[in-house]
C-alpha cells in the first residue's frame, strides 16, 4: 500500500507539471501492476499492460526511482 500510495504522489506530480489529469500519466491499474511485480529495469517496467514505449521514455525512470525507494 504504501508503495502504491508513492507511485500515486509520483504520478500527481508529473501530471500536475504537464497540466494533466493523472490517469493521462499512468491509469491506477498499471500503478498496480507496478507496486505488485515492482519492476528494476525499463525493460521490466516495459512490458507492463499500460506502459507503451513513449510512456516508458517519458517516465519510466522517475517510477522505477519511486520503486527503488521503497524496495522490500
Known sequence: AALF???????????KLQGVPPYV?????????MALVRP??????????G?????LERYGEA???VIANHAA
Open 5 to 15: 500510495d508513492a507511485l500515486r504522489a509520483e504520478r500527481l506530480r508529473l501530471a
Open 25 to 33: 500519466v499512468f491509469h491506477d491499474s498499471t500503478l498496480q501492476a
Open 40 to 49: 528494476g529495469s525499463i525493460s521490466d517496467l516495459g512490458v507492463l499492460p
Open 51 to 55: 506502459v507503451g514505449h513513449s510512456k
Open 63 to 65: 517510477f522505477l526511482a
